[in-house]
């Protein structure tokens, strides 16, 4: 199709959008992804264009992943690869896309969606000659039972309005299921966990699913303040009939009507003018209700779900003191984590394409992440003091080249000594006498200029030395 032509700077036109706001099934069906349909993408998408604290913690996460520096290690020689050709196509994926586009666009919509699709251009049996991601919400599943027990659908089919569809056949490959359209074109489909699996549903789970409650109370809690702070009235009412007669059926109805008018987060704080009815509110003041702690207990549930320091969510829990903590741990649960998951993807898509490539994979290496490199120094700091690492091994670990010579040996202090032995021993040609060993004593100083050891004190350590 020709919205795949990569080669060429074109922007493709608006997509078409779905709109679920009239829809009687819940978010919770939509993340749980319970059909062959994108609508579960369309919705995780809208939440996350909404909801601050779920766009902060993946664009956290994919900012980080995407500028760790991708390299290529070789099992085989246990060291990192200077350069590849799949380095450069990574460098520029396309005529539209940088590096750090491309990254980020991968990491993002796996963390949104759980599903994150690369595009491949070039003869499959080759190198590629250009890569992309695929909006997720573009995708559907073709129902089949080819791969029987693994729930692998026989297609993917991507389409998008206006510009037809290209379907993608599974083939097995090597040991591997790769989706190709003839031989000139790949999909890769990366997807998060999903329990509800089957070739029919073959989406991954957003990890937004968890916590879609907490979503909808967020953004249903900033349109009810929102509504109120725009209408200026307290949130809501009831209405009590003052009169001395009971109302009519046609009455009764219409005050119905009118109740529909003010209820909602989108209609909160509307005014009706009543004829001979009194107004009662009924509804918790903003403080009675809580909204403030509404928001920050949304970006805890945020920081645990996403791994994320909540300290790097919410300002106030930002301090000078644990900025640094914070960092590590974002990498350690959180980016790191991704990283390992995305980059074994990826080596499977495209590193497997290039000849002799069995033995390489992508890593990054910890030296070139600045957040990482502190705590790397502390432990060769460690190290270098207990002292049981040569000088080329603690070089090594901080990223520096080795010695070329001098550097493969331990060094510790010079007055350190076996344990249970005796500097002074038969075997030490440096062992001195009864009288030289009393004549050094006795040039022992104090602080004040005095001698430090007395006559009695020098002949004492002689013998427990066995010098007499």
């Known amino acids: 199709m020709a919205w795949l032509q990569l080669d060429r700077k074109t922007i493709d036109p608006p997509l078409e959008q779905k709109s679920v706001s009239g829809s009687t099934t819940s978010f919770f069906d939509f993340l749980s992804a319970g059909s062959n349909n994108d609508l579960a993408d369309f919705v995780a998408i809208q939440m996350y264009m909404d909801a601050m604290p779920f766009f902060n913690a993946v664009d956290i996460r994919a900012r980080n992943f995407a500028a760790i520096p991708i390299r290529v290690w070789d099992n085989s020689k246990s060291e990192f690869l200077d350069d590849h050709p799949v380095l450069e196509l990574l460098q520029n994926p396309n005529a539209d896309t940088t590096q750090l586009e491309f990254l980020y666009q991968y990491s993002s919509y796996f963390d949104i969606t759980g599903d994150s699709y690369l595009f491949a ?6 190198p590629p000659l250009e890569i992309a991601t695929v909006p997720p919400q573009r995708t559907t599943f073709g129902f089949g039972n080819k791969f029987g027990i ?11 309005a206006g510009q037809g569809s290209s379907v993608f056949q599974a083939t097995e490959v090597n040991g591997m299921i790769r989706f190709y359209e003839r031989e000139d074109r790949e999909l890769w489909h990366t997807r998060q966990f999903n329990p509800l699996r089957s070739s029919a549903n073959f989406r991954g789970m957003s990890r937004a699913k968890p916590i879609f409650l907490e979503i909808q ?9 929102w509504s109120m702070l725009k209408r200026g009235t307290r949130l809501s009412m009831a209405w009590v009939n003052n009169r001395g007669e009971a109302l009519t059926e046609i009455q009764w109805s219409r005050m119905q009507e009118e109740a529909q008018k003010y209820a909602g987060d989108l209609n909160a704080g509307g005014t009706p003018i009543l004829d001979g009815m009194d107004v009662k509110t009924i509804q918790q003041t903003n403080r009675e209700m809580e909204f403030k702690d509404l928001q920050e207990a949304m970006l805890s549930r945020i920081s645990t779900v996403y ?3 909540l300290a790097l969510l919410l300002d106030k829990s930002m301090t000078l003191n644990n900025l640094e903590t914070s960092m590590l741990q974002l990498f350690d649960n959180a980016v790191i984590p991704l990283t390992n998951y995305l980059y074994a993807e990826m080596t499977q898509f495209l590193l497997r394409r290039y000849p002799d490539s069995e033995n390489l994979e992508f890593k990054f290496n910890e ?21 049981v690492n040569t000088i080329n091994e603690i070089r090594t670990l901080i990223g520096d080249e080795a010695l070329a010579t001098g550097g493969d040996v331990v060094l510790v202090p010079a007055n350190q000594i076996p344990v249970a032995d005796d500097a002074f021993t038969d075997d030490n040609l440096n062992r001195p ?6 004549e050094l004593m006795r040039e022992v ?3 004040d200029g005095t001698r430090r050891y007395s006559e009695s004190e020098i002949e004492k350590i002689a013998i427990d030395r066995g010098l007499i």
Do not use: M
């Open 367 to 387: 030296g070139d992440i600045t957040a990482l490199r502190v705590r790397i120094i502390e432990t060769a700091e460690r190290q270098n003091k207990i002292g």
């Open 307 to 309: 791994g994320i320091p």
């Open 445 to 447: 100083k104090s602080k």
């Open 121 to 126: 251009g070039g003869r499959v049996n080759a």
């Open 150 to 160: 693994l729930h692998v659908p026989d297609t993917i089919t991507i389409s998008t």
């Open 433 to 438: 006498t009864a009288s030289k060993f009393s």
């Open 217 to 225: 109370q967020y953004l249903s809690g900033n349109n009810t303040n």
